[in-house]
DNA sequence: CGCAAAATCCGAAACGTTTTGGAAAAGATA
DNA sequence: TATCTTTTCCAAAACGTTTCGGATTTTGCG
């Protein structure tokens, strides 16, 4: 593989005024710069990032650290929308995206910010990592600039981008209330997700600003997984027969709830109403149709890769909140009559 | 950042007996690894990757180039499935995967063998590249190790996975035969991908094996493109009103044929019967569900990352094919009497 | 032509590792 | 004790860049 040297030896000039003419400072003339450059080409050169992030300390990459890249996560199209956005911004810099992935063996090993150090990585994106991983802290306390996605941990070197998990939860519950809907369920995801508090926190408003009661045992855990929501639901469904609408903290949870309704012999919408939240692509596939609170995905891992480019320049650390949507499809109606 | 020297200082030895003691070597007597470690772990120390990639000559770093990272392919969990495989066998390793897209604008002023080159990647994965792809060759001529996904060129330096698309296809096809269905049209990809043609000859050997005549013009590219089969199926049902099959060589095309069929008031599978390729998540949610041969994406990455890491230790490039199963579901009928 | 200013070039150090070839110290053997 | 082995350590070079400070050459101008 051809060095600096090599041209700097073929153009009879030293590595210095090589380098410089590469990197096109302005103390070389033009003349021995044309030649350099048409060595360079002809000696099918390519610098050296390794030695070049070496000397420069800052080896222009980012980690993006995902725990959602798993066989049975295939169905959850998040994480690669978010992926494929930071991506997308990525490709217009001269950085590049290292993956680190958390559901490893080395994840036992090494923790995350061992990770980041060992390959230099300028910064790191966060996501899908839970708000008790005793990993979280680590990097987050270390002076690597870190961008989180649903974690709301703020300081001068890590910022975050979300959505108003708050107001797109109520937004979702208003709407079956606005139905008739009074004895609403919620299927949450687990206590060490901050989206799950503050969508929690949505129904409450909802809620109580309609004046309906709140049943604390209809208020139930599905961990985010299909399965675990689907054997939640069917408990809850038996158990408590006024519930006519249910809202989910996911639309993986709500596809695993309808499953159980299935089941049980109720019918979506007639007998009960399901929301769930996300969008994910089979939100509008099944039958019937979700309705659900959409976030723009893609988006996320975008601003997140935009924002950490721009504190890598320099800038300071910022929270973005992007809107939610209301999309009603099928899985809603009014509440029977009787 | 805490360095080797530090280390050195302050144990009172040399560099190189500090990365003797961490890497393991026997030249280092038992105390004095202790004493290096502990004070190694004492001053937080992670060893520095690019440092040590530069003098071993080696990044530890496998390149992964993908083309289905895009805004519009979250549809088609193709690609991601294939990266959650390679990624998984990856974590395995003491290797990390760096990703490079194509889609970009640096894609124009850099080849891909210069983004490997300049990042040093030990080895390479491609997937989802076209075959005319002007910088695929490239690649497989410079001398980086590399797995192609689909795309079948070998040589010492390069191997590739795929999965046995002729028999797979013919499966497909035979299955429609099977109906009764004799006015069998085909839905291909594009002329750039070798699994168009092998699906195409799949195509033609279970039509003359079962003695029915091939209609040419019933053999249409929609370019792997869900709107562009809409497009070109509509024309085709439109002129041709004696086909009762037809076959797609993908799932996404098979959704815009199921559209287009009815647009024209045609019913799946009563009036026409589709069968897909891929088996994408999808393929089960839509109604009718599609009938499809389903390829494990998943394995494919996950065999193509493990022979890439062959490779690089030693082992020479193969070729791996994998099964395929066709997948019954509620897109195919028997065809109509009369 | 002579001299200052500007333009162009370069040597050497530095980044943090690994590795080679041997030196010094310790232990074994006679 | 003297010699030979084995164990334990180290100095220095190397990997391919960038950059600092200064040196050399060219240019401009009176």
Wanted: proline share 2%; net charge neutral.
């Amino acid at each position: 593989m051809t060095t600096i040297k090599d041209i700097a030896k073929a153009a009879g000039v030293s590595v210095t005024t090589v380098s410089r003419a590469l990197n096109g400072y302005s103390d070389v003339s033009e003349k021995t710069r044309k030649k350099i450059m048409d060595i360079a080409k002809q000696l099918n050169y390519s610098p050296n990032t390794l030695a070049r992030s070496l000397v420069m300390n800052k080896s222009k990459t980012i980690g993006l650290l995902v725990s959602g890249m798993t066989r049975s996560a295939v169905k959850d199209n998040f994480t690669f929308e978010v992926m494929t956005g930071v991506n997308d911004y990525i490709a217009k810099t001269d950085y590049d995206v290292i993956l680190f992935n958390t559901n490893s063996t080395k994840q036992r090993e090494k923790t995350y910010s061992q990770l980041c150090r060992e390959r230099r990585v300028d910064g790191v994106i966060l996501q899908g990592i839970k708000t008790d991983d005793p990993y979280l802290t680590e990097v987050v306390e270390s002076d690597i600039p870190c961008v989180l996605i649903d974690i709301p941990i703020q300081s001068d070197r890590v910022g975050y981008v979300t959505t108003d998990n708050v107001h797109g939860a109520k937004k979702a519950v208003q709407h079956l209330l606005e139905l008739g809907h009074r004895h609403i369920a919620m299927m949450n995801g687990h206590d060490y997700a901050f989206v799950s508090k503050q969508r929690l926190q949505g129904f409450y408003e909802a809620m109580e600003e309609a004046n309906v009661p709140i049943q604390k045992e209809w208020i139930v855990n599905g961990d985010f997984s299909e399965e675990m929501a689907e054997a939640r639901a069917y408990e809850l469904f038996t158990k408590h027969q006024h519930i006519t609408a249910i809202f989910c903290a996911s639309d993986l949870m709500a596809l695993g709830v309808m499953k159980a309704l299935k089941q049980l012999g109720l019918r979506v919408p007639e007998d009960v109403s399901v929301v769930g939240y996300d969008d994910i692509l089979l939100a509008s596939y099944v039958s019937p149709a979700l309705t659900t609170v959409a976030q723009n995905k893609f988006q996320m891992g975008y601003e997140a890769a935009s924002m950490l480019i721009d504190m890598l320049e320099g800038n300071e650390a910022k929270v973005v909140t992007l809107r939610t949507q209301l999309v009603v499809r099928e899985s809603t109606a009014e509440v029977k009559k009787g």
